[in-house]
């Protein structure tokens, strides 16, 4: 056969050649089955195929859908490092930097988030997101003075950034800074639609200004909202125990003990009267406002 092709003009056979574009070709295959795959939900045969792509060459695209199928199994470590790797070739991507930040969120990992976004806000300080987020890491460090300052630059950046003022309402309450965790919520509650975070926030922030009626309408809307809300029939049923309305606060003891029942078993100790009456007593006279 390589006699006739060499005869006829035609390119003498290449073993390496032909090995390269075998490899090429698998290669393709084992991409494209594992991001249909992926695609489809099976992906323990995604990863498979990856890894088997990767074998082949590195691809840095096959590195991202690597990442994405890992945290589709909840495998955040690895999809981190995959990120990881993509990052060491694109360390000027911000986009791909915030979303390995993201990951390392997830993780609780709040010094390798801090890493993440400062590595971003090098090639872009103006990032209103990586600010954001690099506030969440400092605070998942217990740096609320610097997570106030980073809110606060995401929010100049970005006004319209609701994440970020949520979390700096949540914040100063966690100082004891009503006043000012209360001119956030005031923002939210123009700018954005019913949200059972924003108002549970607002509840709060009502109930420590003295407006009790106030927090016990709104917290009556989270629940209208969201029937499965813990921590509205919690901090609902406070004032209403606080205010003497026993009925009412056992009413919101029973809810949260229908609802988990072993969160509150340790506390209550049985589901009698008794015990939802002692459980009443001690949960609602333990609640922290403060330390949200």
């Given at each position: 056969?390589?006699?006739?092709?060499?005869?006829?003009?035609?390119?003498?056979?290449?073993?390496?050649?032909?090995?390269?574009?075998?490899?090429?070709?698998?290669?393709?295959?084992?991409?494209?089955?594992?991001?249909?795959?992926?695609?489809?939900?099976?992906?323990?045969?995604a990863?498979?195929?990856?890894?088997?792509?990767?074998?082949?060459?590195?691809?840095?695209?096959?590195?991202?859908?690597?990442?994405?199928?890992?945290?589709?199994?909840?495998?955040?470590?690895?999809?981190?490092?995959?990120?990881?790797?993509?990052?060491?070739?694109?360390?000027?991507?911000?986009?791909?930097?915030?979303?390995?930040?993201?990951?390392?969120y997830?993780?609780?990992?709040?010094?390798?988030?801090?890493?993440?976004?400062?590595?971003?806000?090098s090639?872009?300080s103006?990032?209103?997101?990586?600010?954001y987020?690099?506030?969440?890491?400092?605070?998942?460090?217990?740096?609320?003075?610097?997570?106030?300052?980073?809110?606060?630059?995401?929010?100049?950046?970005?006004?319209?950034?609701?994440?970020?003022?949520l979390?700096?309402?949540?914040?100063?309450?966690?100082?004891?800074?009503?006043?000012?965790?209360?001119?956030?919520?005031?923002?939210?509650?123009?700018?954005?639609?019913?949200?059972?975070?924003?108002?549970?926030?607002?509840?709060?922030?009502?109930?420590?200004?003295?407006?009790?009626?106030?927090a016990?309408?709104?917290?009556?809307k989270?629940?209208?909202?969201?029937?499965?809300?813990?921590?509205?029939?919690?901090?609902?049923?406070q004032?209403?125990?606080?205010?003497?309305?026993?009925?009412?606060?056992?009413?919101?003891?029973?809810?949260?003990?229908?609802?988990?029942?072993?969160?509150?078993?340790?506390?209550?100790?049985?589901?009698?009267?008794?015990?939802?009456?002692?459980?009443?007593?001690?949960?609602?006279?333990?609640?922290?406002?403060?330390?949200l």
């Amino acid at each position: 056969m390589g006699f006739w092709k060499s005869f006829f003009g035609g390119e003498p056979e290449n073993p390496e050649e032909e090995k390269k574009n075998a490899e090429a070709k698998n290669f393709d295959v084992f991409k494209y089955d594992g991001v249909k795959a992926m695609r489809m939900g099976q992906f323990d045969y995604a990863e498979r195929c990856f890894r088997e792509a990767m074998k082949i060459k590195d691809d840095l695209e096959v590195n991202d859908y690597l990442s994405q199928t890992l945290m589709r199994l909840g495998r955040l470590d690895e999809a981190l490092a995959e990120m990881k790797i993509m990052i060491n070739a694109q360390p000027s991507n911000a986009a791909l930097l915030l979303q390995a930040a993201h990951v390392a969120y997830m993780l609780e990992d709040y010094d390798e988030m801090k890493k993440l976004c400062e590595q971003a806000l090098s090639q872009n300080s103006e990032l209103a997101m990586a600010n954001y987020m690099l506030a969440q890491a400092v605070l998942g460090q217990g740096d609320m003075i610097s997570g106030i300052a980073y809110l606060t630059k995401a929010i100049s950046q970005n006004e319209q950034l609701s994440d970020a003022r949520l979390l700096r309402a949540k914040t100063l309450l966690k100082m004891s800074d009503v006043k000012g965790a209360s001119e956030d919520v005031v923002w939210l509650l123009e700018h954005t639609e019913a949200d059972e975070d924003v108002l549970l926030m607002a509840a709060r922030v009502a109930h420590l200004s003295g407006k009790d009626d106030t927090a016990l309408d709104i917290y009556n809307k989270v629940i209208d909202l969201n029937p499965f809300q813990m921590d509205a029939y919690r901090e609902r049923g406070q004032i209403r125990y606080e205010q003497g309305d026993k009925k009412g606060a056992e009413e919101d003891m029973q809810k949260l003990l229908e609802m988990n029942p072993n969160e509150l078993a340790d506390v209550s100790g049985d589901y009698s009267a008794e015990g939802v009456e002692q459980a009443m007593k001690r949960v609602y006279s333990a609640i922290n406002p403060f330390g949200l």
